[in-house]
C-alpha cells in the first residue's frame, strides 16, 4: 500500500510530491514542534483535496512568522 495508503489514488504527481515532502518533514527529528503542527495542517488540508494552491499558500503564511523569528530548523529551510 505505500506510506500513503489509499488516499492518494486520485492525486496527480505535483500533489503527491508535495504530500510525500510534507510526511517526510513531520518524521524529521530536526523539525520543531511548531512546524510539525503547520506541517500537519497543510497535509490533512491536502488530503482533504483542498486546492494545492491554497495549501501552498497558507502553508508558506504560517511558516514566514517561524523564519522571521529565525526558529527555523534546518531541514525546513531547505524545504522552502
Do not use: C, Y
Not at 12 to 41: C, F, H, M, S, Y
Not at 47 to 52: A, L
Amino acid at each position: 500500500m505505500g506510506i500513503f495508503g489509499s488516499t492518494t489514488a486520485n492525486f496527480n504527481v505535483g500533489e503527491k510530491a508535495l504530500l510525500e515532502q510534507l510526511i517526510n518533514l513531520i518524521i524529521n527529528p530536526e523539525t520543531t514542534e511548531d512546524e510539525r503542527l503547520i506541517l500537519i495542517a497543510a497535509k490533512n488540508d491536502l488530503e482533504q483535496k483542498t486546492d494545492v494552491s491554497k495549501v501552498v499558500n497558507d502553508l508558506l503564511n504560517k511558516l514566514v512568522p517561524v523564519a522571521v523569528g529565525l526558529k527555523m530548523s534546518p531541514q525546513m529551510k531547505i524545504f522552502l
